[in-house]
């Protein structure tokens, strides 16, 4: 199976992600996606201007200053890792600001803020990564004032690239075709042919981190767990919900189908309101 993996990376296009350059490509990236979100779902809605906004998940920091610009009068963003807190402290510090910001070490599913302290709630890219979804659902409601927002986006694992790997493994659905060895062996000989030069321990290196990734930061986020943890959270009430295909407009209609909206959905995308107690 290693092999077909191999070979199928030649039928298949490598999905155009951006700003794997650097960190700071990689912040720039997140400043353009966040600009992105906020002209087609967080400004509609009112959810932004003058507003006092969580951004859980921030990564490198570009969605949260894309979130600020955008007309908050405070931002925060919360991240598990020690080193996306400081990039994302290093790229807000490089930028001219309008707005109050900072930026937090924090475990989702315990957050360091008081009750009712934001106006908005934004995890992008995270929910899928969250160790425990359901205690992070719970203290992003807590967190949220009473007639506040939630926003989530997030790819759901049934989704043709749920699997995170598509940096190496170009199939659609390859974390439901193929088996973790599989994967393992085929990503192994994927770093091989891109780094010939490199010592042998240092590919090994390098997959044992990827696969660590792999086995560790991927919670199994299905759209039907996804909707049974919101029926468990009665402050929390859906106003908007989105399923985007993966890649083609005209998949628009599976996405529709309760029986295959888990294939072909790319990114789920709901907005919550947070409901007096």
């Known amino acids: 199976m290693v092999w077909l993996i191999v070979l199928l990376n030649r039928v298949f296009r490598r999905p155009k992600v951006e700003g794997r350059e650097s960190a700071e490509a990689y912040s720039e990236w997140e400043y353009r996606w966040g600009n992105s979100l906020v002209r087609e779902y967080l400004e509609p809605a009112g959810d932004l201007k003058c507003k006092k906004v969580l951004d859980i998940g921030c990564g490198l920091g570009g969605k949260t200053v894309a979130y600020g610009e955008a007309g ?120 091989r042919s891109r780094n010939r030069e490199a010592p042998a321990d240092e ?38 919900v989105e399923y985007k295909p993966a890649k083609f407009s005209f998949l628009k209609l599976l996405t529709r189908l309760p029986l295959v909206r888990e294939l072909f959905t790319g990114t789920v995308i709901c907005r919550l309101k947070r409901v007096a107690d």
Do not use: Q
């Open 203 to 240: 590919i090994e290196k390098k997959l044992e981190g990827i696969m660590r990734s792999y086995d560790t930061e991927l919670n199994h986020m299905s759209i039907r767990r996804f909707h049974r943890i919101l029926r468990e959270r009665p402050e929390l009430e859906i106003i908007y």
């Open 72 to 191: 908050a009068a405070e931002i925060f963003g919360a991240d598990l890792s020690i080193e996306h807190v400081k990039a994302s402290h290093n790229f807000a510090a490089g930028r001219e600001r309008s707005f109050e910001w900072g930026f937090v070490a924090a475990d989702a599913a315990l957050l360091p803020w008081a009750t009712g302290m934001f106006d908005t709630v934004v995890a992008n890219d995270a929910m899928e990564h969250f160790a425990e979804p359901e205690a992070a659902v719970r203290e992003m409601a807590r967190v949220t004032k009473a007639g506040g927002a939630v926003w989530l986006f997030f790819t759901p694992h049934y989704s043709p690239f749920g699997s995170h790997l598509y940096d190496y493994v170009y199939t659609p659905w390859c974390h439901l075709l193929f088996r973790r060895n599989h994967l393992g062996g085929a990503i192994h000989e994927i770093l």
